[in-house]
C-alpha cells in the first residue's frame, strides 16, 4: 500500500500567517492527491482534488501543489475560521486509499 | 442539496455484529461510487471500504477483509456495511463518503475525491 507522510503534525500560527502542510507518498502518485479539512466534532470537508485544484465554494486563500511524491498545501492568510486539522489523501486509480496522519492547526 | 446520513451505530461486544446504513438525497445515487471512512477516537482517517455505483467493484481495506461486507440498493437510496467478528480496534466515527463520479468502466479506476461525507455514526467495541 502506498503511505502518505504528512507534516508537521501540529502547528501554532498567527491570524494573517502563511501557513504550509507537506505531504510525501511512498511511491509516484501523479497528482492523484487531496487535501481535507476537518473541524472538532464534524466531518471531512474536501478542500483541494487532484492536487492543485480548489473545490467549489472553498476561499482562494487555500492552495495546493506537487506531482509525483512531494505534495504541498498553504494556507496564504491563516483566519481565526480556519482552525482545524487538515488531512492529505491519496487515491492512485485504485484503493486502497491512504490519509496521511493530520495536522492539527492553532492560533497563536 | 446533497445529504448523508449515517445509521445503525452502538454498543457491541467483541465478535459481535452490526450493520451501518447511510441514508442518500439530493443527488442521482445511482451514478456515484461510494465510500465508508472511520475515525478512532482521538485518531485520524482511515480509509474502510468503496463500491461502484453497479456495485461491479468493490474494494477493502486489509484491517477488515472478509469481515465487512459494503453494500447498495439504488432502489432505496442507501449505503450499507454489514459489519462481523468485531473487535476493540474497530471502534471508531463510521463516515460514508460520496466520490466525486464512478468507477471509470473502462479502465475500472476509481475517482477517489470524497466531496461529500455524512455525520457519522458511532461504534464501540467493548465487553
Known amino acids: 500500500d502506498i503511505q502518505m507522510t504528512q507534516s508537521p503534525s501540529s502547528l501554532s500560527a498567527s491570524v494573517g500567517d502563511r501557513v504550509t502542510i507537506t505531504c510525501q507518498a511512498s511511491?509516484?502518485?501523479?497528482?492523484?492527491l487531496n487535501w481535507y479539512q476537518q473541524k472538532p466534532g464534524k466531518a471531512p470537508k474536501l478542500l483541494i482534488y487532484d492536487a492543485s485544484n480548489l473545490e467549489t465554494g472553498v476561499p482562494s486563500r487555500f492552495t495546493g501543489s506537487g506531482y509525483g511524491t512531494d505534495f504541498t498545501f498553504t494556507i496564504t492568510s491563516l483566519q481565526p475560521e480556519d482552525i482545524a486539522t487538515y488531512y492529505c489523501?491519496?487515491?492512485?486509480?485504485?484503493?486502497?486509499?491512504?490519509f496521511g496522519q493530520g495536522t492539527k492547526l492553532e492560533i497563536k | 442539496e446533497v445529504q448523508l446520513v449515517e445509521s445503525g451505530g452502538g454498543l457491541v461486544k467483541p465478535g459481535g455484529s452490526l450493520r451501518l446504513s447511510c441514508a442518500a438525497s439530493g443527488f442521482t445515487f445511482s451514478s456515484y461510487a461510494l465510500n465508508w471512512v472511520r475515525q478512532a477516537p482521538g485518531k485520524g482517517l482511515e480509509w474502510v471500504s468503496s463500491?461502484?455505483?453497479?456495485?461491479?467493484?468493490?474494494h477493502y481495506a486489509e484491517s477488515v477483509k472478509g469481515r465487512f461486507t459494503i453494500s447498495r440498493d439504488n432502489a432505496k437510496n442507501s449505503l450499507y456495511l454489514q459489519m462481523n467478528s468485531l473487535r476493540a480496534e474497530d471502534t471508531a466515527v463510521y463516515f460514508c463518503a460520496r466520490d466525486g463520479g464512478d468507477y471509470n468502466i473502462l479502465t475500472g479506476y476509481a475517482p477517489g475525491d470524497f466531496d461529500y461525507w455524512g455525520q457519522g455514526t458511532l461504534v464501540t467495541v467493548s465487553s
Open positions: 489523501q491519496q487515491y492512485d486509480n485504485l484503493p486502497p486509499y491512504t
Open positions: 511511491q509516484d502518485i501523479s497528482n492523484y
Open positions: 463500491i461502484s455505483s453497479s456495485s461491479s467493484h468493490i
